[in-house]
């Protein structure tokens, strides 16, 4: 196996023995990326140059016999939105082709000074806006296991990145299933932490009250590792939550002998691909043959939560993508307009694309006089009654388990013409963004080739559950083959 295959953790423990060197790993991704990108296109930026400075500062720590940081030397990619300072940061956008931010974002900056090596910025939906990774200004990135299909999205270049050997780990972001619908589809392991776990200082806005950093990797351990370096309150982010730091690799192996683990129901109605469900229900039955207690519950207000969800991420969204007016930072049309009002509304035609435009109408119609009520306000009341579903079915679960994805990875160009489609894609994820709950995506296997990912829902900031339920099932499956 090359390196640029390996495991985070597999590659830590090498490391440490001394048996490869920082250098080895990074110019081993490097070779996969001349290979492989021209046809993938996970990378909006690649930092080549950089990457191997830092690996080599890596090596001396290693040789100088010092106590080495968590990801000392290990290759990493970093979703476009978060901000690099000096480093273009574009979030998949014409408006931003230009922004060099003068800051790091603080969850880059703790994988930085964990020694991690960053090796690019990655591909995504222009400003995290899409299922697929279609939609950015960048063209779109292709799905490693088949080049055919989507790798899933927003975070699809991170996700493409890590299952092609492009990286070794990644940071995306999850507003509405963005880190686990990409990781279930390009069959990696990728977790949403609790809203308020992860610093957002740095990130480039979405949608505020469901934006939220995460982490992805080959295993579930991987992620627990990445999730370890970058979580923590940070005063510069006051949405960040003030709680304690647990180690998240600790119970990662205490298994799942007697846990509750529930099954929603209303997750497994029609609109599913049965190919999918079938691949979840053997999972399922994994997981009871080990130990797990499985049990039948309830979320009746599951139905409303796409139209809730697109309600308010679209709401949030207008309001957020104001800034870009063509003056305080990135594109400005370049047609000679003396007019102010006209210069923003050009720059703005401009520098946007279509998913984003269709977007900023659909919120600041929801939002306008006359209409508030009738959809924001509704919207914020289907959450509410959403939350309380969660809270409810965990009096009686330590967990639960659904699919990530109603379908297999589509195909390029399949949902395009149709958004309603596309939106219908994150039926089982988007729940978890209104409700601020950790959920992760683990690999259960592939149809036709194509993979499946299994998703895991926790308690509020009790990610140890989810990653040990993760890491179970992944020993399990492993051990079988
Ligand atoms: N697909 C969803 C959307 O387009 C989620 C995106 C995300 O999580 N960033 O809004």
């Known amino acids: 196996m090359e390196l640029c295959d390996r495991s985070a953790c597999d590659l830590v423990g090498m490391l440490k023995k001394r048996e490869i060197s920082s250098r080895e790993i990074t110019e081993s991704v490097f070779k996969r990326i001349d290979e492989k990108e021209d046809t993938i296109n996970a990378y909006i930026t ?6 191997l400075k830092q690996a080599d500062l890596a090596d001396k720590k290693f040789r100088n016999g010092k106590r080495t940081s968590l990801l000392n030397g290990i290759p990493i990619a970093i979703k476009d939105i978060l ?4 480093i273009r940061t574009t979030c998949g956008s014409n408006i931003l082709t230009n922004f060099i931010p003068t800051y790091t974002a603080t ?3 703790k994988v930085l000074q964990a020694g991690a090596v960053l090796i690019g910025k990655t591909n995504m939906d222009e400003f995290a806006m899409g299922s697929s990774t279609e939609n950015s200004a960048f063209g779109p990135t292709r799905n490693p296991v088949n080049i055919e299909h989507v790798p899933g999205g927003s975070s699809g270049g991170s996700a493409a990145a890590v299952s092609g050997g492009e990286t070794i780990l990644a940071i995306g972001t999850d507003t509405g299933g963005s880190i686990r619908l990409p990781s279930a589809y390009c069959g990696v392991a990728g977790i949403k932490p609790t809203y308020g776990r992860v610093s957002r200082y740095g990130l480039i806005a979405y949608a505020s009250s469901l934006d939220q950093i995460g982490a992805l990797g080959r295993t579930t351990e991987d992620c627990a590792m990445l999730l370890n370096v970058i979580c923590g309150h940070d005063s510069l982010d006051s949405t960040s939550a003030q709680v304690k ?8 192996n205490k298994g799942i002998k007697g846990l509750k683990v529930g099954l929603p129901r209303e997750y497994f109605v029609e609109g599913i691909d049965t190919r999918v469900e079938d691949q979840i229900m053997k999972a399922v039955k994994v997981l009871g043959k080990n130990g797990a207690d499985i049990v039948d519950i309830s979320l009746p207000h599951t139905k409303y939560a796409i139209s809730a969800y697109y309600l308010i991420a679209t709401a949030e969204a207008s309001s ?3 800034r870009y007016d063509g003056v305080k930072y990135g ?3 370049n047609q000679d307009i003396p007019d102010s009002v006209r210069m923003y509304e050009e720059t703005r035609s401009e520098g946007f694309g279509k998913e984003v435009k269709r977007r900023i109408m659909l919120g600041t119609y929801a939002l306008s006089a006359g209409y508030y009520d009738a959809y924001y306000l509704k919207a914020q009341k289907a959450r509410a009654l959403i939350k309380d579903d969660f809270d409810k079915a965990f009096e009686k679960v330590d967990c639960m388990i659904t699919p990530v994805s109603p379908c297999l990875p589509f195909k390029l160009g399949e949902k395009m ?5 596309m939106y219908l894609v994150d039926i089982y994820t988007v729940s978890l963004n209104l409700t601020g709950l950790p959920g992760m995506s683990v690999n259960c296997g592939t149809v036709d080739g194509l993979p499946v990912g299994l998703q895991i829902i926790g308690k509020a900031f009790d990610e140890e559950m989810v990653l040990r339920v993760g ?3 992944e020993k399990i499956v492993e051990e079988d083959v």
Do not use: M
């Open 83 to 86: 901000c690099t300072q000096g």
């Open 417 to 421: 013409a149709d958004p309603l489609q």
């Open 46 to 51: 690649t930092t080549r140059e950089t990457a």
């Open 471 to 473: 890491n179970t099932y």
């Open 331 to 333: 594109f400005r049309s």
């Open 320 to 322: 957020n993508l104001a």
């Open 245 to 252: 730091k647990p180690d998240f690799r600790r119970f990662l």
């Open 107 to 109: 969850a880059v900056k």
